[in-house]
Antibody, heavy 119, light 109 residues
Framework: QVQLVESGGGLVKPGGSLRLSCAASGFTFSDYYMSWIRQAPGKGLEWVSYISSSGSTIYYADSVKGRFTISRDNAKNSLYLQMNSLRAEDTAVYYC????????????WGQGTLVTVSS | EIVMTQSPATLSVSPGERATLSCRASQSVSSNLAWYQQKPGQAPRLLIYGASTRATGIPARFSGSGSGTEFTLTISSLQSEDFAVYYCQQYNNWPPPYTFGQGTKLEIK
């Protein structure tokens, strides 16, 4: 069955960096678009970033553009999110999610990893 | 960027009754709309895609309708496990972002 397991969250000071990982299994990872979505405490869902199956097409929400970098390693079935210059407003649970092969709606979600940005 | 607006913010319904949740897009998204359910402490789960197609394993009491800018999620006879927050998301415009609505909390009356 499809599994997405995020890791790498934690407490970081404003201005700091963190790298999230998402280990995928149960499907051919290299066939699918992947995304990161976040949810601030008590708030709704915010799409953060998106990467095509080959990694050649990448998009970011304006709120993280220039600070976050999405990447993937299809040989390792893994998705990453490098987060730099972190701000208090980046505090959230970060979910990785798999789309269809067309990169549209989000079919499978991981359980999320909590990132807390605080001094 | 397309803005998705859900209403109401909170809906109180008794078990066994019907619930109707609305989602409006700031411009047409055709039928490129998905609904997700999220329970406390859990990740969201895909319920509906293509505005009206149930995802795998989703009970028939969940149905979606609409196209263009107006969409509805209907739960025909509420079960205890259906009380949760529901989000709509459009995936029509390219490139992303594929924006979410702010959510509707469905609570027990």
């Amino acid at each position: 069955q499809v599994q997405l397991v995020e890791s790498g969250g934690g407490l970081v000071k404003p201005g700091g960096s963190l790298r999230l990982s998402c280990a995928a299994s149960g499907f051919t990872f290299s066939d699918y678009y992947m995304s990161w979505i976040r949810q601030a405490p008590g708030k709704g869902l915010e799409w953060v970033s998106y990467i095509s199956s080959s990694g050649s097409t990448i998009y970011y929400a304006d709120s993280v553009k220039g600070r976050f970098t999405i990447s993937r390693d299809n040989a390792k079935n893994s998705l990453y999110l490098q987060m730099n210059s972190l701000r208090a407003e980046d505090t959230a649970v970060y979910y990785c999610a798999r789309s269809t092969t067309y990169g549209d709606y989000l079919v499978y979600w991981g359980q999320g990893t909590l990132v807390t940005v605080s001094s | 960027e397309i803005v998705m607006t859900q209403s109401p913010a909170t809906l109180s319904v008794s078990p066994g009754e019907r619930a109707t949740l609305s989602c409006r897009a700031s411009q047409s998204v055709s039928s490129n709309l998905a609904w997700y359910q999220q329970k406390p402490g859990q990740a969201p789960r895909l319920l509906i895609y293509g505005a009206s197609t149930r995802a795998t394993g989703i009970p028939a009491r969940f149905s979606g309708s609409g196209s263009g800018t107006e969409f509805t999620l209907t739960i025909s006879s509420l079960q205890s496990e259906d009380f949760a927050v529901y989000y709509c998301q459009q995936y029509n415009n390219w490139p992303p972002p594929y924006t979410f609505g702010q959510g509707t909390k469905l609570e027990i009356k």
